[in-house]
T-cell receptor, first 114, second 114 residues
Framework: EPEVTQTPSHQVTQMGQEVILRCVPI?????FYWYRQILGQKVEFLVS????????KSEIFDDQFSVERPDGSNFTLKIRSTKLEDSAMYFC????????????FGEGSWLTVV | GNSVTQMEGPVTLSEEAFLTINCTYT??????LFWYVQYPGEGLQLLLK?????DKGSNKGFEATYRKETTSFHLEKGSVQVSDSAVYFC?????????????FGKGTTLSVSS
């Protein structure tokens, strides 16, 4: 069964460093997403991406964050200068289209900022 | 705004017990409702969904019925197994009124012992 894959599974970084989390969405999907889950809290929406541009973003997705689809298969989340509060599980997801309305998630990337 | 409220966990059951995890929602439009499951060390997996009132989603012995009158989508299973131990997330999507983002509940941890 097709799946969303994410790398790395776990990354430890120092505060202030840049981090790039990588994702390979399901190949025929058109919408891509990043969500995050701070330990013990809700899964929160960060951003959605369609047709090579951001279609929606939440208040969490400030100027420190950016997303990119550098080629036909990868979808990346960059955090420019990490803060302690960025420590979380980051989930990439994809869906075929908006109307189909079923979003498929990867296994997540644990980011620990120290 | 849109929100999802789930019963607090953890829920601890013996094998073959009946499971109910309550979920209620608030939405401005006519949302689609989902249950996602996260097994230990894995990502979020779609368990079941319902897209309109009175629909029943079902999968792997789990069921949930979309109740518009009570704004609920409670998850049930008649006989749980040890392998059902996981975190269960209720979620909604309120496309197009509120974009494509999924709104999640906090998650309910289920622990089943033999």
């Amino acid at each position: 069964e097709p799946e969303v894959t994410q790398t790395p599974s776990h990354q430890v970084t120092q505060m202030g460093q840049e981090v790039i989390l990588r994702c390979v969405p399901i190949s025929n999907h058109l919408y891509f997403y990043w969500y995050r889950q701070i330990l013990g809290q809700k899964v929160e929406f960060l951003v959605s991406f369609y047709n090579n541009e951001i279609s929606e973003k939440s208040e969490i997705f400030d100027d420190q964050f950016s997303v990119e689809r550098p080629d036909g298969s990868n979808f990346t989340l960059k955090i420019r200068s990490t803060k302690l509060e960025d420590s979380a599980m980051y989930f990439c997801a994809s869906s075929l289209d908006r109307d189909e309305n079923t979003i498929y998630f990867g296994e997540g990337s644990w980011l620990t900022v120290v | 705004g849109n929100s999802v409220t789930q019963m607090e966990g953890p829920v601890t059951l013996s094998e073959e017990a009946f499971l109910t995890i309550n979920c209620t929602y608030t939405a401005t439009g006519y949302p689609s409702l989902f249950w996602y499951v996260q097994y230990p060390g894995e990502g979020l997996q779609l368990l079941l969904k319902a897209t309109k009132a009175d629909d029943k989603g079902s999968n792997k012995g789990f069921e949930a019925t979309y109740r518009k009158e009570t704004t609920s989508f409670h998850l049930e299973k008649g006989s749980v197994q040890v392998s059902d131990s996981a975190v269960y997330f209720c979620a909604l999507s309120d496309w197009p009124q509120a974009g494509t983002a999924l709104i999640f509940g906090k998650g309910t941890t289920l622990s089943v012992s033999s």
